[in-house]
């Protein structure tokens, strides 16, 4: 075994322009916002990845069946556009294989044709956020007027610990093969699968790279989401009350 | 010294179908099962495993006498069935040496023959369980009904965070190699070494695979424990009460 | 992609005597020093260093451009001296990378011809310091006379502790290419970025290697820091008393 | 740089048939007795190794001048005996680290003509021990009868989670290179360099291998240490009674 193997499950007319990177983070947001759209746009998977960089797991299906831990590229194409999706379970154990894989998305992306990136995250701010911003960071300057027309911001100097992982390696390598990219980060509390989050970002996203996706199931999700965090609210209000009773 | 270092002490006429994997784990569940068999079935050692993966530790026998941690592979043969027992001391102490591990165990399966393996664990719930269920997972869907039969039973989507180590790679890594895999995993607190959780795994196991085996030394083995909890609780009982009369 | 990649911006002309080391650690002391001599000197950036050793990592500067993480070597010149600086963003995330790491540095000192180290630190002594001494450590017992005359101390088996990272082995390891080599650490609280520690250990370097570098801006940002620092302890001392008025 | 780095500083008529470890430990009880000895016979340094799996580290003497960590082995001749010291400042930073340097050993330990190796150690006990009993293990059952009769110990499979490190190892992968072994562990409190512990080690080594070293100097460090024990809990006392006058 390979310390990364790349199965493809479809080698020919595989091209692509767009990579769009939404592995696990901060909120699960690039991931819920990437396999959003892989959902809507019915993309197609083109191939599997393994690593003994993942965890060393097996997950469960809903009919009890196991299989390894992975990371996926799916493909959408609608004749003028053709993009790929990194999605998948997991990142990386330790920091040498953060590079690797990195690396080895990069070869795949490179090999098909990609030219831009964009990488999907989460911006853990430590409290729940009514009106998430986008904030954004590029590999290269001349993009940032685009991505502020899009609906993105940027703050001086923030995230000011960088960004970790597949998202930030993805632009910091893709520079040096000539790839641009685009990092967009939604504010999230960080404590929760944060849909509204998602929400927002997709929204930057698709003006960005003009695909069509109804932001509705997320939408509804945000909404169960809410409901669910307002009754915690008041059952957690009720409990306090009543141990008030019971001191008073 | 290569990473993994197999030893073989029985080089001819030892093929088999079946590898039944009980390396340690939660409440050493598969450890007891596994070692029960092969006590039971006087099952034949074939191999000795040693790697740079396991801890840097000997361990000493009664006798004083050390020796490197390992994990042993036996065998047993029936005249109808050839049956394969991974067990040992230990797992790997990185996760890249779970997956080298373990495909180094399936080398040996698939040289040997072997068309099937049973994984065994146990299934932490966090407190003592009166009649331990045995979840099951496994890797070809058209396993499920036989195992369901034997009277494991499948939770949708547990356990929830999947399984980690040799019993979900065997499994995971199996797959590819077209090697049908099931995983058992006895309910038990994790607190304490389990025979009654390993009880119930023999249980569901001999029924699976045909073998005939005593549970009584087992069985046994619970009683002795459940004397002891017994005991532990009285004697804790009996303190707090003390305590008590000196405050009051 | 190589374990440590190093890029050479310039390739011609590039020979040195003497490798000033000021990466990150204790109080950032080491690297305000380096940085400021830099900067004033107007020193020239002749490499780049990346490693997968490095936190997988990218950082934003002003304008929302990432960039990876990477230690840099900039080279000055006045006709007289040729001194390398080795500055950066990280250090290791692992023991063996450290090794590594170092021995390529060591690389790129001796086929530059260097022939004097230098590494600059801070030490740590968990509270705030008035007039920072500066310790040092050299690997060549004939180095101690001129390093105390410079302002210097030497402290019997100090830090006890030894020096862990880039400037403990770069003079441990230099020592077996034949290269001289001095560590200076400037007394710091460890909780703060230090520039007035930086100073004081500016003072000895500049008197070790001839160099002539005005100190204001390191003292501006000192003066400023303990500015900051008196604000700090007076609102503490308000809080503190107002609590106690409520209280009383 | 290779992973490990043996330099000999002898290379002719280095042979020997026993090898003593004392590398550091709990209680540092290996490294006083396998130190004391080489001391107390002046046995010569044959070899330096230096090595990535130790840590990033380099150690200040008392004149200032620095070194890397490392481990070093020491000859003593006396004509009729030829013995190997393994002693030094470090073990591995890494499980598979262990692995490599121990078979690093064992290669110098063979090339020289081993027969027998004697492993040194503490055996933790977390109390303060007024007379340090010595246990054992050994790698050959052969063995045993000689050990005990030197005054060490044999516990039923004590201690229960076997030996870690260099002291274990040596003697488990020693096995393979048919060389006998002996551990010897005095018990030891685990929180203080403990001198008495190593003076009942002392006592049982050199019954085994017909060494003559005096143990004044352990007995004049394990008096001190004794005396600065019994000032602290003197020192502890006389606050504990000055707190409950002013409690009282």
Redesign the interface.
């Known amino acids: 075994?390979e310390p990364v193997n790349v199965n493809f499950l479809k080698d020919a007319g595989i091209g692509a322009d767009i990579l769009i990177e939404g592995l696990p983070g901060v909120g699960q947001v690039g991931k819920l916002v990437a396999e959003h759209i892989i959902h809507e746009l019915d993309a197609e998977k083109i191939a599997e990845i393994y690593s003994?960089?993942?965890?060393?797991?097996?997950?469960?299906?809903?009919?009890?069946?196991?299989?390894?831990?992975r990371n996926e590229i799916y493909r959408y194409d609608n004749g003028e556009k053709q993009i790929l999706f990194l999605v998948g379970d997991c990142q990386?154990?330790?920091?040498?294989g953060?590079?690797?894989l990195?690396?080895c998305y990069l070869d795949i992306a490179e090999r098909l044709g990609v030219k831009v990136i964009y990488t999907l995250g989460g911006y853990g701010v430590g409290h729940l956020v009514d009106e998430p911003r986008v904030l954004?960071?590029?590999?290269?300057?001349g993009l940032?007027k685009t991505v502020e027309e899009a609906g993105a911001i940027?703050?001086?100097?923030?995230?000011g610990?960088?960004?970790?992982?597949a998202s930030?390696?993805l632009?910091?390598?893709g520079?040096l093969r000539g790839m641009k990219?685009v990092?967009l980060m939604a504010e999230t509390s960080g404590y929760l699968v944060d849909p509204k989050s998602a929400g927002s970002l997709l929204s930057v996203l698709t003006k960005l790279t003009g695909l069509e996706v109804s932001p509705t199931t997320l939408q509804n999700r945000a909404t169960e989401m809410e409901l669910m965090i307002t009754k915690l609210r008041e059952a957690e209000h009720a409990r306090q009350n009543e141990e008030l009773t019971y001191i008073g």
Request: proline residues 7%; hydrophobic residues 35%.
């Open positions: 075994m003994q960089y993942f965890p060393p797991q097996v997950l469960i299906d809903e009919e009890g069946v196991v299989r390894l831990v990386s154990t330790s920091a040498e953060h590079y690797h990195t690396e954004s960071a590029v590999n290269t300057p940032r940027f703050e001086r100097e923030e995230p610990g960088g960004i970790i992982g930030g390696l632009l910091g390598l520079t990219g990092c």
